[in-house]
């Protein structure tokens, strides 16, 4: 891999990134308006360089990562907890919210993408209570945090367990610590 370059939603993300990281590249989708041209992009910057997806914790931010990984780039992921990108009134989410402290932490915990190996499957999360039950929602949101994904729904959270490569032993270590 030569150059790491880190793809966020907007301008003022660039900038703040910028911040703190003066010399690193940075590429903008400008929202979910991203373009063809820009995916295709990034996509093909993948391939000889370290992306690191690192988008809003909003619904426009996952469906933007839900298209550049469609594209199977080789990827990596960071993300920030909700929480920690709201503007101080408490109106806006975004990366540009977030502290130098929360953002240097992100990209750290960075999560390579794991396309090969599918560890988990539906049936999997329904015994351990995290689908289709009682306070499934709230262990989800629970192991999201832990792991540093974005909070999903079912479905969407097995798929991001199967992509970051994240196994049972690690589901189960989580969910028997908060016993």
């Given at each position: 891999?030569?150059n790491q370059?880190?793809v966020?939603e907007?301008?003022?993300d660039?900038?703040k990134?910028?911040?703190?990281y003066p010399?690193?590249?940075?590429?903008?989708?400008?929202?979910s308006?991203?373009?063809d041209?820009?995916?295709?992009?990034?996509y093909?910057?993948?391939?000889?360089?370290?992306?690191i997806?690192?988008l809003?914790?909003?619904t426009p931010g996952?469906?933007?990562?839900?298209?550049i990984?469609a594209t199977?780039?080789?990827?990596?992921?960071a993300?920030?907890?909700?929480?920690k990108?709201?503007?101080?009134?408490?109106?806006?989410v975004?990366?540009e919210?977030?502290?130098?402290?929360?953002?240097?932490d992100?990209?750290?915990?960075?999560v390579?993408?794991?396309k090969?190996?599918?560890y988990?499957?539906?049936?999997?999360?329904?015994?351990r209570?995290?689908?289709n039950?009682?306070?499934?929602f709230k262990?989800?949101?629970?192991?999201?945090k832990r792991?540093?994904?974005?909070v999903?729904?079912?479905k969407?959270?097995?798929?991001?367990l199967?992509?970051?490569?994240?196994?049972?032993e690690?589901?189960?270590?989580?969910?028997n610590e908060?016993s």
């Amino acid at each position: 891999m030569n150059n790491q370059i880190i793809v966020v939603e907007g301008i003022h993300d660039q900038a703040k990134i910028k911040q703190i990281y003066p010399n690193i590249a940075c590429i903008v989708t400008n929202g979910s308006e991203v373009s063809d041209e820009k995916i295709n992009l990034i996509y093909e910057l993948s391939k000889e360089n370290d992306v690191i997806l690192f988008l809003d914790p909003d619904t426009p931010g996952k469906k933007i990562m839900q298209k550049i990984l469609a594209t199977n780039g080789d990827f990596s992921i960071a993300y920030i907890n909700k929480e920690k990108a709201i503007s101080k009134n408490k109106k806006k989410v975004g990366i540009e919210h977030a502290s130098t402290k929360d953002i240097k932490d992100a990209l750290k915990e960075k999560v390579d993408i794991n396309k090969t190996n599918n560890y988990i499957n539906i049936s999997d999360l329904y015994k351990r209570g995290l689908i289709n039950q009682k306070d499934a929602f709230k262990k989800r949101i629970d192991i999201c945090k832990r792991l540093n994904i974005p909070v999903a729904n079912g479905k969407t959270f097995l798929n991001f367990l199967n992509m970051l490569g994240i196994g049972l032993e690690r589901i189960d270590q989580i969910i028997n610590e908060k016993s």
